[in-house]
């Protein structure tokens, strides 16, 4: 994508100060000094009084537009980090200056490396009180998924040490002797069947679960009842671990034996019910991946992702407006890629596997919601950025995308904003709370997703 540029700050103009005004207004009014926002949205000409930052002599907003914003300036306001020099060119640039290659300090190679091993194969987001949460299913090995804690499976047989697929890929292709793994949730009194920490493994740390095989059961015994159990037990031991102060904001996990035999529908529906409860409750995850490691069948466990969530398939070809504007995303998105990386694998990659041309008779609107509301806090967060802004809590996406004004954003790059923001959160379907995503989302989706693409090549 284009080199990332700031907005100029819009000069500031003095008001008095309503104290009937609500919050939302008070954000659409501008920063004062004794506001919980004033260092957020310091504008040129306007000096909030700090411990730390002695008032000089007022500038005129011309002035302050004339030059660069950087700590020397009075008109600046305080700084939370570097600002940005505008580029060589651009009507802010002072000469002799030469800006960096990305914008606000941090340059190409500075960026940190976002290299994915394993295939995204479907994504589920939901907003929590804690901030945007994501589930997601994912083909490769259990070893390669970015992780700080690995959950996997294994037979809770006594005649055999522990062994299995999971086992060998993270570096055990003789098993493991029963002693090196420490319980922390078992289900039946002197049974095996439960789950344990391995403990000499740290980075990432790993959780293995013991459940009988379905050849092993006896009896009139539900097998899915048994997968259900031990699916309560992992999450269960990632509570227990919580207890003990040991949060883990990424967790990869294998479909704990669910690709063998049982209906991918079903295995799914387990999974993500107990996950979901997890990202909404817990303090600490911010991502859940279940990794199939077999690769047969992909398409197959990616629709039963589909239909467990209840999304519709539409075919793009029956509307023009549709099929138009999903040519033109995908054309852009071709043409050019994204200059981070970690969001051209979580944006830009899903959105092309959605809108490639084989897939367009059987589109699924869901698709296209998580990285759209990724998409969205990713342009919040430049914008935040180059403007020195510290963000404000995790879950506080709506305000963050109200102030934006305060640095120069349209009102209708925000409305789009927050409706990435809105489709983004599937939690709320996915429970029953609300309608879930329908075909005739997909027009206004595409739009916005289109329109904040286009801000992000222009602006950022």
Not at 110 to 123: A, F, I, K
Not at 194 to 201: D, M, N, W
Not at 283 to 297: I, K
Not at 340 to 351: L, T
Request: charged share 25%; glycine share 8%.
């Amino acid at each position: 994508m284009n080199t990332q540029r700031c907005h100029p700050a819009p000069p500031f103009t003095t008001r008095p100060l309503n104290a009937n005004l609500s919050l939302h207004q008070r954000l659409r009014e501008g920063p004062r000094t004794n506001s919980h926002y004033t260092s957020s949205l310091a504008l040129p000409g306007k000096v909030p009084k700090t411990r730390n930052h002695r008032r000089g002599p007022r500038a005129r907003p011309s002035e302050a537009l004339d030059r660069p914003r950087t700590a020397s300036h009075p008109s600046a306001g305080p700084l939370t980090t570097p600002p940005h020099i505008p580029r060589q060119g651009h009507p802010l640039a002072s000469p002799g200056k030469v800006p960096p290659e990305r914008g606000c300090g941090r340059t190409r190679a500075s960026q940190p490396r976002y290299t994915p091993l394993v295939r995204e194969l479907n994504t589920q987001g939901l907003d929590t009180p804690r901030g945007y949460r994501v589930l997601r299913l994912l083909q490769g090995s259990i070893a390669d998924a970015n992780a700080d804690l690995v959950v996997i499976s294994t037979h809770a047989s006594k005649s055999y040490r522990p062994s299995g697929a999971a086992l060998r890929s993270l570096g055990y292709p003789e098993g493991l002797e029963p002693e090196r793994l420490t319980p922390v949730f078992l289900l039946e009194p002197n049974e095996l069947m439960g789950t344990y920490l391995l403990p000499e493994r740290e980075d990432p740390a790993t959780l293995v679960l013991r459940i009988p095989g379905r050849d092993n059961l006896r009896g009139d015994v539900d097998e899915l009842e048994v997968y259900e159990r031990g699916a309560w037990a992992v999450y269960s031991a990632l509570a227990a671990l919580e207890l003990r102060d040991r949060g883990f904001a990424r967790v990869a996990s294998t479909v704990l034996g669910g690709q063998r035999g049982f209906d991918p529908r079903e295995t799914l529906r387990v999974l993500m019910h107990h996950a979901q409860r997890w990202l909404e409750h817990s303090r600490y995850p911010r991502q859940v991946d279940l990794v199939l490691h077999e690769p047969e069948h992909l398409d197959v466990w990616a629709q039963a992702m589909d239909e467990v969530l209840g999304r519709e398939a539409y075919d793009v070809a029956a509307d023009a407006v549709v099929s138009a504007l999903a040519e033109e995303l995908l054309a852009r998105l071709e043409a050019r890629r994204f200059d981070d990386p970690e969001v051209e694998a979580k944006v830009g990659e899903p959105i092309r596997a959605v809108l490639a041309p084989e897939q367009r008779n059987e589109l699924r609107v869901g698709r296209l919601a998580v990285p759209g509301r990724i998409l969205a806090e990713s342009v919040v967060y430049r914008v935040e950025k180059c403007h020195g802004v510290k963000k404000l809590g995790a879950g506080d996406l709506y305000w963050r995308i109200e102030r934006l004004p305060g640095f120069g954003v349209e009102p209708w790059i925000v409305q789009h904003l927050h409706a990435l923001r809105v489709y983004g959160n599937e939690g709320v379907h996915f429970k029953g709370m609300d309608r879930a995503l329908i075909a005739r989302d997909l027009p206004g989706l595409l739009a916005s997703l289109l329109r904040v693409l286009l801000y992000w090549s222009d602006t950022l």
